[in-house]
């Protein structure tokens, strides 16, 4: 499963993020970008000690200081299920395929059938 498939379907939910440092985040995912960089809204923030705590109204954090996440164990199945679908869903596809080019016969390079105006069919005598 890909961590950023899982943070988006997140987005809106309430996440657990501890940070390097120790430090814990609880709130909700506004937003992520590729660099897995959250944007948290209504965050309570737990100190390494665990014996401080601070109300945010939004926290930024980037992605090169998450140590871990937690995320509910719904969106952890929905994104399980729905990477299922589209790997049966790739399998299944017995359309044209890259390179295929869908029965193009004997119409490609090199290979003139009787139709063609190659050298010595022109027209008049010669």
């Known amino acids: 499963m ?3 498939a899982l943070l988006n ?3 809106g939910q309430a996440i657990l993020v501890e940070l390097k440092n120790g430090e814990t985040l609880n709130g909700h995912l506004i937003n992520c970008d590729t660099w897995m960089n959250l944007t948290l809204k209504e965050v309570v923030n737990t100190s390494p000690e665990g014996d401080k705590f601070w109300r945010c109204p939004e926290v930024y954090v980037r992605g090169n ?18 990477q299922q679908t589209q790997s049966l869903n790739r399998g299944r596809s017995g359309g044209v395929h890259r390179g295929d080019h869908g029965g193009r016969g004997d119409r490609g390079r090199g290979a003139r059938g009787g139709g063609g105006r190659g050298r010595g069919r022109g027209r008049g005598g010669g």
């Open 9 to 11: 379907a997140a987005q």
């Open 65 to 82: 200081n998450i140590k871990y996440l937690r995320v509910p164990d719904e969106i952890v199945d929905l994104v399980k299920d729905q």
């Open 2 to 4: 890909l961590p950023l």
